[in-house]
T-cell receptor, first 109, second 114 residues
Framework: DAKTTQPPSMDCAEGRAANLPCNHSTISGNEYVYWYRQIHSQGPQYIIHGLKNNETNEMASLIITEDRKSSTLILPHATLRDTAVYYCIRYNQGGKLIFGQGTELSVKP | EAGVAQSPRYKIIEKRQSVAFWCNPISGHATLYWYQQILGQGPKLLIQFQNNGVVDDSQLPKDRFSAERLKGVDSTLKIQPAKLEDSAVYLC????????????FGPGTRLTVL
């Protein structure tokens, strides 16, 4: 049981921001929110993770609501190479990564 | 830095045959994972090694699947005998120390069982 809810698919125009939502309303205090993505025919790739505060790195930004029940992954300027399945995962560090179905993001020219 | 290497990339076998997959993790990574990814689903953890010891194999179908990590480096996952439902991509991942560290995935081996 992945225990996160994501829309099955989303479209985004190239150059625009892609905002991928994730619901994790039953997340516990010691669980992080991790995001991975999987480009077709490749293994999953780590993007970013956070606990309470918003996080940013060279790939994306992660916005976590104050109650931690949901989060949004933001790709600020999506390119065609960002077309992939994006997985939002609740992760108790020391436990297992449990992947759900993810969101299939299609970036269109 | 070289990534996680896996071979072969593709394998086609008939049911009841045996098959083995090989994984070479990132140099220095103590923890190694094998995942199974059925088409249309997210990866599912089969087994986790810390150095050459098994940490978690609760999801490994032990009647037909086996895995080893000799000398705490390379690992082999074997299926014997294969069933049709074993058709999937088998992914290997590694992390520096334990499960708290970022996992880096290899490209996977796509297995088709006919």
């Amino acid at each position: 049981d992945a225990k996160t809810t994501q829309p099955p698919s989303m479209d985004c125009a190239e150059g625009r921001a892609a905002n991928l939502p994730c619901n994790h309303s039953t997340i516990s205090g010691n669980e992080y929110v991790y995001w991975y993505r999987q480009i077709h025919s490749q293994g999953p790739q780590y993007i970013i993770h956070g606990l309470k505060n918003n996080e940013t790195n060279e790939m994306a930004s992660l916005i976590i609501t104050e109650d931690r029940k949901s989060s949004t992954l933001i790709l600020p300027h999506a390119t065609l190479r960002d077309t992939a399945v994006y997985y939002c995962i609740r992760y108790n560090q020391g436990g297992k990564l449990i992947f759900g179905q993810g969101t299939e993001l299609s970036v269109k020219p | 830095e070289a990534g996680v290497a896996q071979s072969p990339r593709y394998k086609i076998i008939e049911k009841r045959q045996s098959v083995a997959f090989w994984c070479n993790p990132i140099s220095g990574h103590a923890t190694l994972y094998w995942y199974q990814q059925i088409l249309g689903q997210g990866p599912k953890l089969l087994i986790q090694f810390q150095n050459n010891g098994v940490v978690d194999d609760s999801q490994l179908p032990k009647d037909r699947f086996s895995a080893e990590r000799l000398k705490g480096v390379d690992s082999t996952l074997k299926i014997q005998p294969a069933k049709l439902e074993d058709s999937a991509v088998y992914l290997c991942a590694s992390s520096l120390e334990g499960a708290a560290d970022t996992q880096y995935f290899g490209p996977g081996t796509r297995l088709t069982v006919l």
